[in-house]
């Protein structure tokens, strides 16, 4: 019977051992699937550091960008207006006429400076502030939006076309969440650009015809005052909506040494009050990422690639140790198996190692792969100086020579004369030539 009792609490006692210890496991031993939303139309989510897709719905699904528009409008108007932030320009009627849609109500004839245009339209995401930044940047706004499209098109964007610099809805205007990430990541390196997106609010100063004014953040992460959507760890880029496009919600969070960018669009209109999904859903998958993802040491610093010989030294037996220097870091899900997952190769920037070589001088790349897509790229470099055997480099160079086009110049030339020296050798001479004397002499005998 005590045998019996003791099969039966044996097992029971594992079980609940086993229990606990799986109870107190950290979080992020399993990876958690990514959040789903059935109120946006599509999202992409990415480590601007290292250019690692996180998350991706409907990426590639064309939509209308909406407000969106505004992130090529604000990175071209920073490169072509940062030197002027302080001029003060008058207000024409081309650059505030017929605008629609969000609005500052700027007045012909008011004079202000471009920095608070700039801060207008980006912070406070106005569009006539937006259409006169276009004109004074590049003299109509037909001009500016044929330069728009000319930097969605080097950027490698596949879908976009832009009609106008507000985001307006326009049959034509169309994008995808991933053409708004290329463009997003564009305008991060922009620094005039992030300062403008990432502040709260911007006090506009008294002006001719309006009394002073301050704009805040149309993007709720940044400044929602009543803490349902504001993400302390947010900045940028920009925020809104319009019946055709939804809500359209990008910005960057940057975190524990980690930037993302997220692009949340086509996110479904709500009434007042309630909550707006594409901010909620932004949060929900920013803080999904925080949790399941992580840097991981893939090569320390100075770690040990490959020892490959070295020529033109004048010495068989020359080797040099390849390294990564700053060592190679890789953005991955917390339950990434680096055994089973990564994969981590190298390149050469030559196809062999040839001397003189320098120590810490670069000669190619490593390449850390997971699930086939590029997640960290590191410098390759040699340890020691390498130098070149002279007997070994004049060798070189006298092969260089007589392969080089001179040198098969020279020879060319030299058969052409020698071709010519013999056919008027032996061709007969008229009637004082050589040969004819020669004969003469001899019949004279």
């Known amino acids: 019977m005590r045998s019996q009792r003791r099969q039966v609490i044996l097992p029971l006692c594992l079980f609940l051992m086993l229990t606990l210890i799986l109870s107190v496991l950290p979080a992020d031993a399993v990876a958690e699937a990514a959040p789903e939303s059935f109120t946006v139309g599509a999202a992409y989510l990415c480590c601007l550091d290292t250019n690692t897709v996180l998350y991706e719905k409907n990426a590639k699904t ?33 650059m505030v006429d017929g605008v629609t849609g969000r609005s500052l109500h700027l007045a012909v004839g008011e004079v202000l400076t471009i920095r608070d245009l700039l801060f207008a339209a980006l912070c406070g995401c106005y569009n006539d502030a937006a259409n006169a930044l276009a004109v004074l940047a590049s003299g109509s706004v037909s001009a500016f939006v044929e330069a728009m499209n000319r930097e969605s098109q080097r950027l490698g964007c596949q879908t976009t076309f832009f009609t106008n610099p507000t985001g307006m809805h326009d049959d034509a205007m169309v994008t995808t969440a991933g053409d708004v990430a290329l463009i997003a990541r564009e305008a991060y390196g922009n620094e005039l650009f992030m300062a403008a997106t990432s502040t709260p609010s911007y006090t506009i ?40 496009g939804g809500w359209c919600v990008v910005t960057v969070y940057e975190r524990g040494g980690v930037s993302l960018l997220s692009v949340v669009m086509g996110g479904a209109d709500v009434a007042t009050g309630e909550i707006i999904p594409a901010y909620s859903y932004t949060n929900s998958l920013l803080s999904w990422a925080n949790r399941n993802f992580g840097y991981v040491e893939v090569l320390a ?51 062999k190692l040839t001397a003189p070589l320098q120590a810490g001088e670069k000669v190619g790349i490593v390449t850390v792969r997971y699930g086939g897509e590029v997640v960290g790229v590191s410098s390759v470099i040699v340890e020691e100086d390498f130098t070149t055997s002279g007997f070994l480099l004049a060798m070189v160079s006298f092969r260089n020579y007589l392969t080089s086009r001179p040198f098969f110049a020279s020879v060319v030339f030299f058969l052409l004369l020698l071709f010519l020296y013999l056919r008027l050798w032996h061709q007969p001479k008229g009637r004082y030539g050589v040969r004819n004397m020669k004969n003469r002499r001899r019949r004279g005998r």
Do not use: F, H
């Open 62 to 94: 064309t939509l209308y960008p909406a407000s969106t528009v505004k992130i090529m409008t604000g990175l071209l108007a920073c490169r072509l207006l940062s030197d002027r932030m302080d001029q003060t320009v008058t207000l024409t009627s081309a």
């Open 301 to 351: 610093p100075g770690a040990l690639l490959d020892t490959l010989p070295v020529g033109m030294t004048g010495i068989s037996s020359s080797k040099a140790d390849l390294t990564v220097p700053e060592g190679l870091y890789a953005y991955l899900p917390s339950d990434a198996d680096r055994e089973k997952d990564l994969s981590v190769t190298y390149t050469l920037t030559d196809r």
């Open 205 to 244: 100063p008294a002006t001719n015809v309006s009394e002073e004014r301050t704009v805040y953040n149309r993007n709720l992460l940044l400044s929602d005052t009543s803490q349902n959507y504001r993400n302390g760890y947010c900045r940028g880029m920009s925020a809104g909506m319009t019946e055709e």
